[in-house]
């Protein structure tokens, strides 16, 4: 089976890896606070799934690192907007607190299905 990578713009990293159906993704961006950071985070994420054959209805599983475990819940009111109130397309999901980069306050992985 093959390895299909998609080339993102950071050194030593892919944007997203998909292999055997399963896609692999990660994305932080730029921004002054947690709300703007996570909704531009998750933009890329939305990306990232598509051009790897996905979407987040596809998600089976979320980590999500934040620089201020304070700020969780700004978080999670972007996050719930954009999964949205279906329960049947809510992954599992870890948040958990994390030093990141400097100026980064959230970094999302995801591991999502292919859509068939």
């Not at 921004?31 to 979407?55: F, N, P, W, Y």
């Not at 700004?74 to 999901?93: A, H, K, S």
């Not at 400097?102 to 992985?109: D, G, R, Y």
């Amino acid at each position: 089976m093959s390895i299909n990578r998609f080339r993102g713009s950071a050194t030593g990293r892919n944007r997203c890896v998909e292999h055997a159906g399963i896609v692999y993704a990660v994305a932080t961006a730029p921004g002054d606070d947690i709300k703007v950071q996570t909704r531009d985070t998750l933009a890329h994420l939305d990306e990232s799934l598509k051009m790897a054959g996905s979407d987040k209805t596809r998600i089976l599983q979320a980590q999500i690192f934040l620089a201020d475990m304070a700020e969780k819940s700004l978080m999670d009111e972007v996050w719930n907007d954009w999964i949205g109130p279906d329960w049947q397309n809510w992954p599992q999901r870890a948040c958990v607190g994390a030093p990141l980069a400097p100026a980064t306050l959230v970094e999302i992985i995801l591991t999502a299905m292919k859509k068939d």
